[in-house]
């Protein structure tokens, strides 16, 4: 038998100084046919295939040979059944006995090769049964994978359209919006390119060796894998810049459960698939990796648990902060002058965050003490790109308030006409129940709340002579007076 262990353990001396190249490997398991007539014509040209990987294909330097690879559908292979089980070690003796000699294998493929002039038995010598198999073991697989993409592409795509607030003040956000839309070329490429092989076979049967072309080879899965990566780029992209400047979003946080889910899956697979032995062994291997994933997602959750108990420890009900100089900062002292004795209790200036939509998002803090009363507000500012960007912000902000698909979490929004005309403004809203304001103005966009302490009743609404002070003030600021 001269099979992969065999012929490894005999490159360990004489091939440890073979010249070896890489190539990409861009093929799908449905271009089998295009794969043999990619190996003979390397074969030719001094070059034999040794391994296949994900992303790469090994090649060792050889005397240029004639010869004829052919790859069969193995029917013992599957997601969770190792390479190298009992079964398929007997089914490539077989094969060796009939003059084929075995070279590797990839998911469901073995992959064989003869001297050319050989005139040998084929691998399969019932054709639809053979057909049977491709369909069973390669298409389908294929179709449902593209098929679950697809749909996940799309679902997510449609669903960053409905609700286009959310990922505006953000980086990742607006890279999903913006950018992740590019997914639909390669996940519908690859959609037809599994519709279209069904049907060919349909019609005419599997496909003889064939020349590679766009839709049967490396080019097709180059432009997937470009499109891909190049996504891939724009949202590490993102998730380093809301690391930077974006801290309070906890992408690498929020992302961690999805990144290893991908990893622990990813690690399974190829671990039945080399080391795994027995039919079994998939089996055992994906338990220990989903006790594994459970014990570190248990860990990270007391590990963030943690950190929000430090946050709230470290929260200062004295802290009085310098009013930052990037930012415009509103006089809350002369604007509630007219309610009696006033003490300043507590003021902050979070930044809340930026994007490539909204250069600039911050907020503005106070809690006043009046006549022995507690007085908070909070005045959140987005400047934004464009009045497209103010006014999806604003309409989010809304319907999240205003409980969304349960509308009686929400607080009750009312639009004021007779204010938007006075104030000679795009949009202007405010609640009923207590002191809420939004106001949008061209590329800008404000977010006026008073609050309540845990435990008390709310907070009186402003009195007008206050609310208009504030709005003259901060639309005066911003040049629209």
């Known amino acids: 038998m001269f099979g992969k262990k065999d012929r490894n353990r005999n490159e360990k001396s004489a091939g440890a100084k073979r010249q070896r190249k890489r190539v990409y490997w861009g093929y799908s398991i449905l271009d089998y046919k295009g794969m043999e007539a990619y190996f003979e014509k390397m074969a030719g040209e001094g070059w034999m295939l040794e391994k296949i990987g994900e992303l790469w294909a090994t090649f060792y330097r050889e005397t ?28 490539r003796e077989l094969c060796e006995k ?119 080879g490396r080019k097709r899965q180059l432009l997937i894998n470009v499109i891909a990566t190049l996504v891939l780029g724009f949202l590490i992209l993102g998730i380093v810049l809301d690391t930077l400047y974006n801290p309070h979003a906890n992408t690498l946080s929020s992302l961690f459960p999805a990144l290893l889910g991908i990893t622990v899956g990813t690690t399974i697979r190829l671990t039945i698939q080399k080391i795994g032995k ?112 103010a006014e999806n912000i604003a309409e989010g902000y809304l319907d999240f308030q205003m409980g969304g698909i349960l509308p009686w979490l929400g607080e009750n929004w009312g639009e004021m006409e007779d204010l938007k005309e006075a104030w000679d403004v795009d949009a202007f809203y405010m609640t009923e129940g207590y002191p809420a304001i939004l106001i949008k103005q061209d590329t800008h ?16 609404k402003m009195k007008a002579p206050e609310i208009e002070r504030l709005i003259e003030e901060i639309l005066g600021k911003h040049h629209y007076l």
């Not at 459970?294 to 310098?322: A, C, K, T, V």
């Open 278 to 389: 027995k039919k079994d062994d998939g089996i055992k291997f994906v338990i220990i990796g989903f006790l594994v994933m459970f014990m570190i997602l248990g860990g990270f959750h007391y590990y963030r648990e943690l950190q929000i108990e430090s946050g709230i420890g470290d929260w200062d009900p004295n802290l009085i902060e310098e009013i930052p100089g990037d930012i415009e900062a509103y006089s809350m002292e002369r604007i509630l002058d007219s309610m009696g004795e006033l003490e300043l209790k507590r003021r902050t200036f979070p930044v809340l965050g930026q994007s490539f939509a909204v250069p600039k998002h911050y907020a503005q803090y106070e809690t006043w003490e009046v006549e022995g009363r507690k007085w908070e507000v909070g005045i959140r500012t987005y400047e934004t790109r464009s009045p497209w960007v």
């Open 445 to 460: 966009l404000w977010i006026i709340e008073g609050t309540h302490r845990v435990g008390e009743d709310p907070i009186e």
């Open 98 to 216: 009939n003059g084929w000699h075995f070279v590797t294998s990839i998911k469901e493929l073995q992959i064989f090769y003869a001297p050319a002039k050989e005139n040998l038995t084929p691998l399969q010598t019932d054709e639809e049964l053979e057909e049977n198999l491709a369909r069973k073991k390669v298409w389908r697989k294929d179709f449902s994978t593209s098929i679950l993409v697809f749909l996940l592409t799309a679902g997510l795509v449609i669903f960053t359209r409905i609700r286009p607030a959310h990922q505006m003040d953000e980086y990742m956000g607006n890279i999903i919006y913006f950018f992740y839309p590019l997914m639909l070329i390669p996940t519908i490429i690859a959609l037809i390119r599994s519709l279209l092989w069904i049907r060919k076979v349909k019609r005419q049967g599997l496909p003889e060796k064939e020349v590679e072309t766009f839709f049967t």
């Open 64 to 91: 240029p040979k004639d010869l004829q690879f052919s790859i069969d559908v193995f029917e013992g292979s599957g997601i969770l059944t190792p390479e190298e089980t009992e079964e398929a070690r007997e089914y």
